[in-house]
């Protein structure tokens, strides 16, 4: 899909009315309930328990993000307390994902730092690890930051990285010495020609060389964080020259076929599993990465 249909998409998502037809009314809401866990913790590892018994691992996301008091961050952080809590006491195969804007990265980068410390200390205790999200590219060189920071003495975080930032390729050679896994994936927000890849051969055209770059990289674990077909089986390709570990990662609730037959062939797969009440700007980033995603919220509209 084109960035300039993404845009102007998310721009329609954005107003209040259309949010208010999806938070509302059971169409809107059906439609989430498809790409979303459901809003409690239960219902996540509800979710995870049965992916987890179909071979899949998982990666818990508690939805929210751009937070502007300290009150609302700390509770975000033990949220997420609570998480790796369960993940332990369940007997979960399961990580954590977080987006920093949910731990103050807005207003204070040392709250921040204080909380990722914090996440990465008790998942350590847990034996699982923390994936840092990647957001709006106004974010991308304070979220490196910290993550190297963190990386650097815990050990035990990952990293996504978007395919259609022109800065990503670089990034990568700080990124890959530091030796977490890091998520490549396409990119879900709107950006300026100048930051970011406007069409979409222009950003497969990246994800294929920035992901030959991780395949190539024994220091780290990729993640190929993809729906896209054409993709995967370049990552089958290039998984037959590599020595290392790799994983496939996709979105709960898509291309659930696909899931079934990455899992098939024997390749490691997690589904990333959002769960929360804060789901509508989750929902609207998915309903614009893919064309079908609209005719199934079309088709719950009309009550078909």
């Given at each position: 899909m084109s960035t300039l249909f993404r845009k102007g998409l998310l721009t329609v998502t954005d107003q209040k009315l259309v949010q208010k037809l999806f938070t509302e009314y059971q169409a809107g809401r059906s439609v989430a309930t498809r790409f979303v866990a459901g809003e409690s913790l239960d219902d996540a590892v509800a979710v995870a328990r049965r992916l987890n018994e179909s071979g899949t691992m998982v990666s818990l996301d508690h939805l929210g993000e751009d937070v502007h008091d300290a009150a609302s961050a700390k509770a975000a952080k033990e949220d997420y307390l609570a998480i790796l809590d369960r993940i332990a006491s369940e007997g979960l195969d399961a990580n954590i994902s977080i987006k920093l804007t949910q731990l103050a990265m807005a207003f204070d980068e040392e709250q921040t730092r204080e909380a990722l410390e914090e996440?990465?200390?008790k998942a350590a205790e847990v034996g699982t690890s923390v994936t840092i999200d990647m957001e709006e590219s106004a974010w991308t060189g304070t979220t490196i930051d910290l993550y190297e920071t963190v990386q650097r003495s815990h050990g035990n975080l990952g990293i996504a990285v978007q395919a259609y930032l022109h800065r990503t390729a670089s990034d990568l050679e700080r990124l890959i010495p530091l030796g977490g896994h890091i998520r490549l994936c396409k990119g879900a927000y709107a950006e300026p020609a100048d930051i970011?890849?406007?069409s979409k051969g222009e950003v497969d055209e990246s994800y294929d060389r920035l992901l030959e770059t991780l395949m190539a990289a024994e220091a780290t674990k990729p993640a190929v964080a993809t729906h896209d077909e054409r993709?995967?089986?370049r990552a089958y390709v290039l998984a037959g020259s590599r020595e290392g570990p790799f994983e496939f990662q996709m979105l709960y609730g898509i291309r659930e076929d696909l899931q079934h037959e990455?899992?098939?062939?024997?390749?490691?797969?997690?589904?990333?599993?959002?769960?929360g009440s804060q789901w509508y700007p989750y929902l609207t980033r998915r309903l614009a990465e893919r064309p079908a995603n609209l005719w199934f919220f079309a088709r719950a509209l009309v009550g078909r």
């Open positions: 996440l990465a200390t970011a890849y406007q993709l995967i089986e990455i899992v098939a062939k024997g390749y490691a797969l997690r589904v990333y599993v959002p769960y």
